[in-house]
C-alpha cells in the first residue's frame, strides 16, 4: 500500500513521518512518498522527514519528489497539506483584513476566504491527479486550511474522495486524558459543529460521562486549551469548546492584541522560519542529523510557545520543546487520517472527528453541508453521529454554526464559479465582517493579491 503527501516539505514534516512510519507496519503501508515543489524546503525538511523514517523504520521505502504525478501515481491515499503563496501570502491576507479592523486568521473569515482563493484551485490539480494515477479507490485527507470551506467547495465539485481533517479536537481529547491520567483512547466525546467551530456536549472517560465535572475542573482552564475562556461563560454553555471560538466571542481581544504587539502569527512564523531555514541550509542534513535535529528544537520551541500567545495575551506554559523519534505522541492530523485507515483496511471499528457531509446529523443544516462531526468508522466507511436534543442546546452554540454555515456555502458557491458578487456577499454574511461596504473593500484587495493564483472573475 502507498501513501503520498502533497507538502512534504513543510516545517512540520518531520512530525508526519514519524506518525506515518510509527504504525506503517501494521496497516500494511509499504511506501510512503513526501512531495513538495519546494525544492529547497524540500532538501531540508524532507530530509529531516526521511531520516527521522529511517531511523523508526528503514523497512519503509521512504521517498521525497518535486514531480506530484509520480508521487499520487498508485497511491491508495494522499494526505493534502499545502501553503499556496507561502508565509508572504499568509501576512498579507492578515494585514488586509487588520487594515479594516477586521481580525487576520487564516481559517476564520475575511483571511480564510483569500487563503481558499489560493488553496482550492491547487488543490483541484491534485484531485484530478488523483482520479487519473491513484488506485481505483483512493481517498485524500486534506488538511490544508481554511480545510471546512475547502472541503466543502472540493465535495461541491463532485471529489466525494475527500475528508477534512483537523487536529484540534483530538488534540483537547488528548489534554482531557492527560488530566484523568488515562490513555488517549479511554476517552470518547460527542463533538458538532464546523472546522475551527465546534462544540462537545458529551466527554466521557472509561465510559463515565465527565462534561459537567470538567467544566467546574479548575485544571481544565490552565492544562488544556479551553484556558482561552471563562468558567463562567463554559458553565452557561454547557459545552467544551474549540480553541478557535475565541476569535468569535472576543474578537475584538485578538484584534487590539495584535495591533498593541505590531506582529500577526504569520509574521511571527516567517521570521522563525526564515531564522531556521537559513540556519539548517548550510549541513548536511542526514550525515549531520543531529545537529540538524538540535536546530530545529530551538526555532520550532520559540514557534510552539508562541501559539495564539500575541492573539489572546496568555503566555505559554508548555515545557521546552523536544522533538523525540521514538517517543509516544498524539500524532496530530497524520493521526487522525491513520485512525481512518485503520478502519477501513483492519476492519476496527472506531469513532472519530472529520469534516465531512451532514447527512441529518446536525438538524438545522442542511444534508450536503460540509460538518466537523464525530462519525463511527467501519470498512463501510463513515456515519456521522446525530447530535442529542438539539432542542436544548444553547442558542449562541446553535447559531453561530448556522451563520458561518450559510457563509461557507455561499463562498463554495463563490470560489468554484469564481463570482465576484457571491464572494461579498458571503463575506458580508459572515459574523466577523459583518458588513457589506467592508466586504467589498476587503474582497476587492483579496482580488488584486490573488489575481495570479485565481485567474479572472466575473
Avoid at 465546534?198 to 462534561?211: D, M, Q
Wanted: hydrophobic fraction near 40%; aromatic fraction near 10%; glycine fraction near 10%.
Amino acid at each position: 500500500m502507498k501513501l503520498a503527501v502533497i507538502g512534504g516539505g513543510g516545517v512540520r514534516s518531520m512530525f508526519l513521518a514519524k506518525s506515518l512510519v510509527r504504525r506503517a507496519g501494521e496497516l500494511g503501508i509499504r511506501e510512503i512518498v513526501f512531495m513538495d515543489d519546494n525544492r529547497e524546503r524540500l532538501e531540508i525538511y524532507g530530509q529531516m522527514a526521511a531520516e527521522t523514517a529511517n531511523r523508526i523504520d528503514p523497512s519503509i521505502v521512504f521517498q521525497t519528489t518535486s514531480d506530484a504525478r509520480a508521487a499520487i501515481s498508485g497511491s491508495d491515499y494522499v494526505i493534502t497539506t499545502i501553503r499556496v503563496g507561502g508565509d508572504h501570502m499568509r501576512i498579507q491576507d492578515e494585514r488586509i483584513a487588520l487594515s479594516h479592523g477586521v481580525l487576520g486568521q487564516e481559517t476564520t473569515g475575511a483571511a480564510g476566504f483569500s487563503f481558499a482563493m489560493r488553496s482550492i484551485p491547487a488543490l483541484v490539480r491534485y484531485c484530478e491527479l488523483i482520479k487519473e494515477v491513484a488506485k481505483p479507490g483512493a481517498k485524500m485527507f486534506n488538511f490544508t486550511n481554511p480545510a471546512g470551506l475547502v472541503s466543502q467547495t472540493l465535495r461541491d465539485m463532485g471529489f466525494d474522495f475527500t475528508f477534512g481533517i483537523c487536529d484540534a479536537p483530538s488534540g483537547l481529547l488528548h489534554e482531557v486524558a492527560a488530566l484523568y491520567g488515562v490513555e488517549p483512547g479511554e476517552v470518547g466525546a460527542r463533538c458538532f459543529g464546523l472546522n475551527h467551530l465546534s462544540f462537545f456536549n458529551s466527554i466521557s472517560v472509561k465510559g463515565r460521562e465527565v462534561l459537567g465535572e470538567l467544566i467546574e475542573d479548575d485544571r481544565l482552564y490552565t492544562h488544556t486549551e479551553m484556558k482561552y475562556f471563562d468558567k463562567n461563560f463554559t458553565r452557561r454553555m454547557g459545552l467544551l469548546l474549540n480553541e478557535y471560538l475565541y476569535y468569535y466571542f472576543s474578537p475584538e481581544t485578538p484584534v487590539s492584541n495584535i495591533t498593541g504587539v505590531g506582529a500577526t502569527r504569520g509574521e511571527l512564523i516567517k521570521d522563525i522560519n526564515i531564522s531556521m531555514t537559513e540556519e539548517l541550509s548550510g549541513l548536511d542534513i542526514r550525515a549531520d542529523f543531529d545537529r540538524a535535529l538540535a536546530i530545529f528544537e530551538k526555532w520550532y520551541g520559540k514557534r510552539d510557545a508562541a501559539y495564539m500567545s500575541n492573539e489572546t495575551g496568555k503566555a505559554s506554559h508548555k515545557p521546552p520543546f523536544k522533538f523525540d523519534i521514538q517517543g509516544k505522541e498524539a500524532g496530530g492530523y497524520a493521526g487522525v487520517a491513520l485512525k481512518f485507515i485503520e478502519a477501513a483496511r483492519l476492519g476496527k471499528e472506531a469513532e472519530m472527528i472529520l469534516c465531512v457531509p451532514n447527512g441529518g446529523a446536525i438538524p438545522w443544516l442542511e444534508d450536503s453541508d460540509i460538518v466537523e462531526i464525530s462519525c463511527a468508522i467501519s470498512q463501510n466507511g463513515y456515519v456521522p453521529h446525530r447530535v442529542d436534543n438539539a432542542d436544548n442546546l444553547p442558542i449562541l452554540a446553535v447559531e453561530l454554526v448556522r451563520r458561518v454555515k450559510v457563509y461557507e456555502r455561499l463562498a463554495a458557491q463563490a470560489l468554484r464559479q469564481r463570482c465576484k458578487n457571491e464572494a461579498v456577499e458571503s463575506l458580508a454574511l459572515h459574523p466577523l465582517v459583518n458588513s457589506y461596504s467592508r466586504a467589498e473593500s476587503i474582497f476587492g484587495q483579496y482580488m488584486e493579491l490573488n489575481k495570479e493564483y485565481t485567474g479572472e472573475w466575473t
